[in-house]
């Protein structure tokens, strides 16, 4: 509880002491008045000077001109122990209520607290600590024991193992060695760490990351709009409902003015609509907060509405259902041996870096260049020239002759004949001055989890489609492995896009992709949601995806849409529980049957449940469908 909760605290109970005795004096008239109004102004005194306020700002229907007036005409028409019982009541939820919020955002806090402090810099032969802001690119930075590391970077010495949990959600520790890439904001667990920074600290990860999860409240959910919308409407409506109901009934009836007022001061203290206005933005502030402790960050709630709508998710294949590392599972040559073949498509693609052509390099024998689409020297040719050609394959000069290397669209276009083989998986074509030379088998496996993630969406009522540029054969056997509900192969990656649209047109619900954020990026900005898979330090992922789930594991995705859901869940409950319950009590108040007392349930108990109904979204482990 901070200082000014203590504060609050304090005159509550001051407030409350001083009530009570003024309701064991005996005294009447003036001198009754006067005794109530001391606790009054020590507890409502901030509410009415709010009031008038906003008042003097244009700004007159809120909370505390509905309290201000309720309470001043209590006083007014003698109901000096329900005026200020009521200010006491309406103290207490809003101190709860400001307690809960606290504690929300500083449980999110605490859970993004990834901010590194420091960065132990080797400069001139010794190291010195200095802010990460001030790292520049090419430093080498020194990570203990138990120390965040503060910049992305790659090991340049020593090996170990990172706790990753702040990033990925995930609790076991990786390895790290020589060469391995560390990601900002993870902990070095066990040994000390040599390693050289590749980015500065405003485009590292930790930093990319607190930006998405601070600017998340920018982006509101139709819901919490509609709320927000609503509450500027109905209040003044209720005022002036108010209003007709205190002056009506005494004007055109003859009827009590002292009855018909009071009857719409409680009607006033009902109607108070705090208990949406706040419960409902807590709601997605939860789940958005419980999203990113599993490591799931949401760009805002409108997202999180989105996708607990998915009825369709459509998953890239390579590297989001598959691992991504390929590697050469059969040679069929045409004319020459299969050392000859793999050496003549190693080198026309020796300046690829996609993962076929370094899994061809690494059976080779050799590693490729990384100066990807620069024509230059392969190991064992001084003369290569490389022509990638988008989506089909390489063209490439080796030792005087034209090489192609590609699928079966690139065969195709240059007239070739080629010699398919039954074989499931990516198959790359090689033909030598136009003559079809073999065909290099090349296998990549599927995530452990693929399969379960499936399962787990068709149990979700989501049906599964993948996207793939591979033929067709190697397309269906992995759909088929993996249970998927439909394939669309033979794609280029502007073809996605338009296969996208087909599906956005025909789904019932929302349209979910995954992909891996660096070649799906216009997929993922066309989707209804965006999700990006293995994202750890993708800048593309995190600009186009609107979801950035931070590993590799699909099984991220039915949690993401889990919890997404349950996040609705509890906000619909809180609508609805705090409409009824206002609804009931305004009719019994409008007719007599509800005094102040159970206004202030209305107004401060619901407020104070569906509060504490909201802190639930947090709460994620173990969520379900």
């Not at 149990?459 to 540029?469: D, K």
Request: with cysteine; hydrophobic share 50%.
């Amino acid at each position: 509880m901070t200082r000014r909760h203590k504060l609050t605290l304090a005159r509550i109970l001051i407030a409350f002491a001083l009530f009570i005795a003024a309701e064991l004096i005996p005294l009447e008239g003036v001198r009754k008045l006067l005794v109530f109004l001391v606790p009054y102004f020590i507890v409502g005194w901030d509410v009415l000077w709010r009031s008038v306020q906003n008042i003097c700002h244009g700004q007159v229907f809120d909370e505390n001109f509905l309290m201000s007036v309720a309470t001043v005409g209590a006083m007014a028409t003698g109901e000096y122990a329900e005026g200020v019982a009521v200010m006491l009541f309406y103290q207490v939820g809003e101190l709860f209520q400001s307690v809960a919020v606290g504690k929300s955002r500083r449980s999110i806090a605490a859970l993004m607290d990834i901010r590194p402090e420091y960065a132990n810099v080797v400069r001139d032969g010794e190291t010195v600590e200095a802010a990460p802001e001030d790292v520049a690119v090419g430093e080498t930075i020194v990570i203990k024991p138990g120390e965040r590391i503060p910049l992305d970077c790659v090991v340049t010495e020593g090996a170990g193992s990172v706790n990753t949990a702040a990033i990925t959600g995930e609790s076991a520790p990786r390895d790290a060695a020589v060469g391995d890439t560390l990601v900002s904001g993870t902990i070095n667990i066990n040994s000390v760490l040599h390693a050289e920074v590749r980015s500065v600290y405003a485009e590292s990860t930790v930093a990319r990351i607190l930006d998405l999860v601070e600017n998340s409240s920018e982006r509101k959910a139709r819901t919490e709009n509609f709320i927000t919308r609503f509450a500027r409407f109905y209040t003044p409506a209720v005022v002036f409902a108010a209003l007709a109901l205190g002056l009506i009934p005494p004007l055109a009836l003859g009827e009590p003015w002292a009855k018909w007022i009071h009857r719409a001061l409680v009607f006033l203290v009902v109607s108070c609509p705090c208990a949406l206005v706040i419960s409902v933005p807590l709601s997605f502030f939860g789940g958005i907060g419980g999203a990113s402790k599993r490591g799931i960050l949401v760009k805002g709630s409108n997202y999180l509405e989105a996708l607990s709508k998915a009825k369709t998710v459509v998953f890239d294949k390579t590297g989001t259902l598959t691992e991504g590392s390929f590697r050469v599972a059969a040679v069929r040559p045409v004319g020459m041996s299969g050392d000859e073949l793999l050496t003549l498509t190693a080198r026309a693609e020796a300046y690829s870096t996609h993962p076929i052509a370094r899994a061809i390099a690494a059976a080779a024998s050799f590693n490729a260049p990384v100066r990807a689409g620069r024509a230059g020297s392969s190991p064992d040719n001084e003369s290569t020239r490389v022509e990638e050609l988008a989506g089909l394959g390489v063209r490439a000069q080796v030792d005087g002759h034209t090489v192609l290397a590609g699928n079966v669209r690139l065969m195709a276009s240059a007239g070739i004949e080629l010699r398919e083989g039954n074989e499931n998986g990516t198959v790359v074509h090689t033909a030598v001055d136009g003559v079809y030379a073999g065909a290099i088998l090349i296998d990549d496996e599927t995530k452990p989890d693929a399969r379960p993630t499936v399962d787990r969406l068709h149990a979700m009522g989501v049906r599964s489609v993948m996207l793939t540029g591979d033929r067709s054969a190697s397309a269906r056997a992995v759909a088929d492995e993996l249970g998927i509900d439909e394939v669309l192969s033979d794609l280029l990656p502007q073809d996605k896009v338009a296969a996208l649209e087909k599906l956005l047109d025909k789904a019932d619900g929302t349209v979910a992709f995954v992909g891996d954020g660096i070649n799906d990026a216009p997929v993922l900005t066309r989707a209804d949601v965006g999700l990006a898979m293995g994202a750890l330090g993708s800048d593309a992922a995190i600009e186009a995806a609107d979801m950035v789930l931070m590993d590799d594991k699909p099984s991220k995705v039915p949690e993401a849409i889990a919890i997404s859901r349950r996040t609705m869940r509890i906000v619909r409950q809180n609508i609805i529980f705090a409409l009824a319950v206002k609804l009931i009590i305004l009719v019994l108040g409008a007719f007599g049957h509800a005094d102040m007392w159970l206004a202030v349930f209305a107004d401060v108990g619901v407020a104070v449940l569906a509060i504490l109904n909201a802190l639930r979204a947090m709460n994620v482990s173990g969520v379900e469908k």
